[in-house]
């Protein structure tokens, strides 16, 4: 890294006061040893705020927090109406172009370089790390487009997404038959049918999982909320809900990168303080996902 990009992130780098110090946690994608951090940043219904300037610099500063405490994957998509726009925003804002992990989605059954155009526009970024088709939709037309990118440098991963279990025999199919850097699906102490069948076959391709929906969408923190957090988060460093519940999603052996949504400031450091300190070993898990589901 240059002297100068590192003076400027370096103050930015220090776990904020009151959270977990340590190292941020990251794993590899497979397909090229790279390493990222294990809990990313969602942008769906949370960034998709309209023009209001309010809501608009209330989502900069969320990014703002993200970046500070060691965050890099941002994902989102055509389908997030205003997200798109209010990332790019914050980018500029932040001067945040060189240190984000770009994760966006072709959602068209129609022209996918005509939306793929429109969406760089909005991001304002070269060129973007991870492309994935959303909800795999015109799949067989829009993946050799992003295959085409690739060969050509003009994005640097491509993928496929699903969430709340949705074709999961079809998107097994795909990520057998096609090359793939990454998946990104619905995994969470409370949705872990991906434990069956897509996480093994991850591992075993060498594919990046991005696990979406961790909290599903809230309803799963706002459940837990009241219940009292069990002494053994204390053995993970966890002080609340949400930070087993991400542990919880990123101590799965295929699991590259959780990525949560929020508007808060407050829970986003929370967030990204799951992505440092000790993680649950496999018994830990199995006592967390039978608690969980006991309430
Ligand atoms: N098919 C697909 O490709 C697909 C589908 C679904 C989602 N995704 C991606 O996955 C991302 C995450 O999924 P999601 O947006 O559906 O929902 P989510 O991340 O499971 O939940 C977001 C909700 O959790 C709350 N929250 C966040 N941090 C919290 C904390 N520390 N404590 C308590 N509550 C907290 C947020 O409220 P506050 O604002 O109050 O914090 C927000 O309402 C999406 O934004 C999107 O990027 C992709």
Redesign the pocket.
């Known amino acids: 890294m240059k002297r100068r990009t590192l003076l400027r992130w370096a103050p930015l780098l220090a776990a904020p006061p009151g959270f977990a110090q340590g190292e941020l946690l990251t794993r590899t994608i497979p397909s090229t040893g790279e390493a990222i951090p294990r809990v990313g940043l969602?942008?769906?219904?949370?960034f998709n705020v309209g023009q209001d300037p309010p809501a608009r610099a209330q989502c900069v500063q969320v990014m703002r927090a993200f970046f500070e405490a060691g965050g890099r994957v941002i994902?989102?998509?055509p389908m997030y109406g205003s997200s798109q726009g209010v990332v790019g925003e914050g980018l500029r804002a932040l001067g945040g172009a060189q240190r984000v992990f770009s994760a966006e989605?072709l959602w068209t059954s129609s022209d996918g370089a005509a939306q793929l155009a429109a969406t760089r526009a909005q991001w304002q970024v070269p060129r973007f790390d991870l492309l994935q088709v959303?909800?795999l939709l015109a799949w067989e037309k829009q993946l050799p487009l992003l295959q085409g990118m690739k060969e050509r440098g003009d994005v640097r991963y491509v993928g496929i997404?699903?969430?709340e279990g949705r074709r999961h025999r079809e998107f097994e199919e795909v990520m057998r038959a096609h090359r793939l850097d990454f998946v990104?699906l619905t995994y969470n102490p409370a949705d872990r049918e991906a434990e069956q069948r897509l996480l093994p076959l991850a591992a075993e391709r060498g594919i990046a999982v991005l696990a979406?929906?961790?909290?599903?969408?809230?309803a799963l923190?706002r459940r837990l909320q009241p219940e009292p957090l069990p002494a053994w988060a204390a053995e993970i460093a966890c002080r609340?809900w949400?930070q087993v519940v991400l542990k919880f999603i990123i101590s799965h052996p295929a699991v590259t990168c959780a990525?949560?949504?929020?508007?808060?400031v407050d829970?986003v450091r929370?967030?990204l303080a799951a992505c440092r300190g000790p993680l649950p070993d496999a018994a830990l898990r199995q006592r967390i996902a039978a608690h969980i589901a006991s309430l």
Do not use: C, L, V, Y
Not at 42 to 46: C, D, E, L, Y
Not at 259 to 264: E, K
């Open positions: 969602g942008t769906w219904i949370t994902d989102s998509s989605k959303h909800n997404t699903t969430s990104q979406n929906r961790p909290f599903r969408e809230g923190t609340s949400a990525i949560p949504a929020t508007r808060r829970h929370e967030n």
